[in-house]
């Protein structure tokens, strides 16, 4: 050891005594000082404008421009240049010689310069240790732990850079070489996880080779042991190999050997990686103060209950336009979609299905190819992509094992368990179209316990749950593209007609009434009047001026204010207007008190609502849920046009300027059950067109009504509640002033010093 500490002592002298090494540090210190600082100035402003924060440590060191990130992203320019010299400077100065006739041994020689390499990586280090500091300074509850462990993955890839470079210099005596082939090798190493991608047998191997990427879990906080793992083995295999090169040299082994010695020490690396990446063999720990990168408690809960096996598999069609999500080559990419998941369920299968048949969302396939087959369709397109049609199971084939078609054909992944429960996750409508944690946890939910099923009252002119009109509730019951639709939140949606001798499914826990037309008719009355005396769950939606549903929501105590709500703004209609969730109404759903966070609280859109007032004691406890802003609001009881026409208030008709309740959340005790009955002043708002309120102004976000209604109705377990803790470090202290001082302390002064303080020892050795 104590050598191997002299060639490490000698090989930092010498790297100090040289330009390289201090340029370096001092264009790390200054470049890193850039990121900083401009985080810090984009902080001041919004601190200025009068923003809130969240996750302050996070979003400086973490996340796609945090320090560490960016750090990460152009540590493969300085390595090179460091590690080049290593062992070309002893090759082409023949000092080769000389510590091959010494009593030092070739891993000697190796494990010194690289302890060297890990001496100067602590520097740089350091120079990140500076933010870390002051950021705890200026950052109230700042999150140490994540940022230390994104330090960690930092280090860990510099050394990982070094033992690659040393092993690239021991190759050749040309310093300028071993540069280039160390930046060449380091370049196919990030991209290695995008080669034979298409190929089973190995896609997995050349994916865990990848460098690309390879610390950015560990820069958000979470550090798992493949990771560790992967730069340990990746150090060790460039440092093994560095090893029996020097070693060749020194003995002038033959070429077979010498290249022998390295497949077996490639392969043994690689089988290792292989073994080390399985779900089986993996752990984690998150840093993170939150747990933001592991499932919620309720998610944990629920995959804990799921005892057996369980395979999911995803069906790609070939014509479908979301094919290229589950291509050969974007399996690996696609399986980091279900890894939180698979973390909990390290068993599950994962599986593949290829096929082509028609799609419901490729509009371009009808366009382009006209008066063709299907297999001939599926053929060009199998060309166009450099795909093997017979890899892809024909209509026919696919349909003896599962009949897609109910879903569209489209990308869509069955999960199943060994007792044969089945539940579907699919790609949505949205910018985000993945499922997110809330609809996977509502799948595997339903498959261990009982879930809301929820019947819409139909036959007296309801709202359809089935038609394509605008003011149908298609969208938000059952249609299977739209990611908030009670179908992909765990619900059995269903419609039920009570005339004749139909009866109310006992299964059934939540009716809809929606805007009905004509009244019940004493048969259906009868049937429904015993169903809510027991205690059933309701949502009832109106618009104003319907006698219908005014007498019908007379039994709970509650009735509308005359007229409808207007609240006038530029360019807008007067009868659109923003209600916001009440203190009573945050509290009866996650989601709604969600709404209110950010800079640009979030609101509920209606048009033509009406006003709600609890006007007699019917034994029910009343609770507003939305009430409309600050905004002038009144009770428009003469204009009618809302595009020709001006509402204006007028007291003496009986208009009154108020906020009012616009959703009414109505509770009481059934035995031992607390009934819940939700009423909303606006049918539209939550109806296929009405789910866009003509409101200009940033923020409408009535599919939220969904899930706020539907969690407090079922008594939280639809959907499911997969909210976290508040961050704590939410406040930073930072003025013009200390802004000032800190961007020429790290830009200029401490970036100055170094370069001064380099120069002076470099002349002074250059005169020695």
């Not at 033992?163 to 082939?181: H, R």
């Not at 290229?324 to 399996?331: D, I, N, Q």
């Not at 069955?414 to 089945?422: D, L, P, T, Y």
């Not at 005014?550 to 923003?578: H, R, S, W």
Request: charge should be positive; hydrophobic fraction near 45%.
């Amino acid at each position: 050891m104590r050598q191997i500490l002299k060639i490490a002592k000698a090989e930092l002298f010498t790297l100090f005594y040289s330009p390289i090494a201090w340029m370096i540090l001092v264009v790390f210190t200054f470049q890193t000082g850039f990121v900083y600082i401009d985080h810090l100035e984009e902080l001041l402003q919004a601190k200025k404008m009068g923003y809130q924060f969240a996750f302050l440590s996070s979003g400086i060191f973490s996340g796609g421009r945090g320090l560490l990130a960016s750090v990460q992203n152009y540590l493969y320019l300085y390595m090179p240049l460091l590690t080049m010299a290593l062992m070309s400077r002893e090759l082409s100065s023949g000092s080769i010689k000389l510590l091959y006739s010494s009593p030092i041994t070739s891993s000697q020689i190796i494990r010194g310069k690289y302890i060297a390499m890990l001496a100067y990586s602590l520097v740089l280090v350091a120079v990140l240790m500076v933010y870390v500091v002051i950021s705890m300074c200026i950052i109230e509850n700042f999150e140490l732990a994540p940022v230390l462990a994104g330090i960690l993955a930092v280090y860990l890839l510099i050394a990982s850079y070094a033992a690659i470079g040393l092993f690239m210099s021991s190759l050749t005596s040309y310093q300028v070489v071993a540069a280039l082939g160390t930046l060449v090798l380091l370049g196919l190493l990030s991209n290695m996880g995008k080669v034979l991608q298409d190929v089973e047998v190995v896609r997995d191997i050349t994916y865990w080779l990848s460098i690309s990427g390879r610390g950015n879990e560990m820069i958000n906080g979470l550090i798992c042991t493949e990771d560790i793992l992967y730069f340990f083995i990746v150090i060790s295999m460039f440092l093994t190999l560095s090893v029996l090169k020097l070693q060749a040299n020194r003995t002038h082994a033959s070429f077979s050997k010498v290249w022998s010695s390295y497949v077996v020490v490639v392969i043994g690396a690689l089988v290792l990686g292989y073994a080390t990446s399985r779900p089986l063999l993996m752990a984690y720990y998150d840093t993170t103060e939150t747990k933001r990168n592991t499932l919620t408690p309720n998610s944990q809960a629920i995959m804990a209950k799921l005892d057996g096996g369980l395979t999911i598999t995803t069906y790609v069609n070939l014509l479908d336009r979301e094919v290229y999500h589950g291509l050969p080559k974007e399996v690996n990419t696609d399986k980091e979609r279900l890894k939180q998941y698979i973390r909990f369920k390290p068993e599950t299968k994962l599986k593949y299905v290829y096929y082509y048949d028609s799609s419901s969302n490729n509009r371009r396939i009808q366009m382009v190819y006209k008066n063709k087959s299907l297999a001939e369709i599926a053929e060009k397109e199998a060309d166009a992509m450099n795909l093997n049609i017979k890899n892809f199971l024909t209509p026919e084939q696919i349909r003896k094992q599962i009949d897609l078609r109910d879903e569209g054909n489209t990308f869509v992944r069955v999960i199943e368990r060994e007792n044969g429960q089945k539940g579907f996750l699919r790609i949505y409508d949205d910018m985000t179209k993945f499922p997110t944690e809330t609809e996977i946890t509502a799948v595997f939910k339903r498959m261990v316990m009982k879930l809301p099923r929820v019947a819409f009252l139909q036959g007296h002119g309801e709202r359809s749950i089935s038609g394509d009109r605008n003011r149908d509730y298609t969208l938000f019951s059952s249609v299977k593209t739209f990611r908030h639709s009670l179908t992909n939140q765990g619900c059995d949606v269903e419609s039920i007609d009570l005339s004749g001798s139909k009866q109310i499914p006992k299964e059934v826990d939540i009716i809809v009434i929606a805007d009905m037309q004509v009244p019940l008719d004493s048969v259906s009355k009868t049937k429904l009047d015993a169903y809510v005396a027991n205690g059933g769950n309701l949502v009832v939606t109106l618009k104003p001026g319907s006698a219908v549903m005014e007498n019908f929501i007379a039994q709970f105590g509650v009735k509308t204010i005359p007229g409808q709500l207007v609240q006038p703004k530029m360019d807008d209609p007067a009868n659109a207007v923003i209600c916001r969730p009440t203190p009573q109404g945050k509290a009866l759903a996650p989601i709604f008190e969600m709404m209110n966070k950010g800079g640009h609280p979030a609101y509920i859109g209606m048009v033509k609502a009406a006003g709600l007032i609890m006007a007699e004691d019917k034994g029910f406890k009343g609770i507003p849920v939305l009430l409309t802003d600050t905004s002038k609001t009144w009770n428009e009881l003469q204009t009618i046009d809302f595009v020709n026409d001006t509402a204006t208030l007028d007291v003496t008709t009986g208009e009154k300027a108020d906020r009012f309740v616009t959703a009414m959340a109505l509770t009481r005790k059934v035995g031992a059950k607390e009934q819940r009955i939700m009423i909303v002043g606006d049918a539209d708002c939550i109806s296929n067109s009405g789910m866009k309120p003509p409101i200009r102004r940033y923020g409408a976000s009535n599919f939220n009504m969904i899930p706020g209604m539907f969690h407090w109705l079922s008594y939280g377990t639809v959907p499911v509640d997969v909210s976290r803790p508040n961050s704590t470090d939410n406040n930073i202290s930072i003025t013009k002033g200390s802004y000032n001082v800190m961007k020429y302390g790290l830009m200029g002064v401490i970036p100055g010093l170094i370069l001064v303080g380099s120069t002076i020892l470099l002349i002074r050795r250059r005169r020695k």
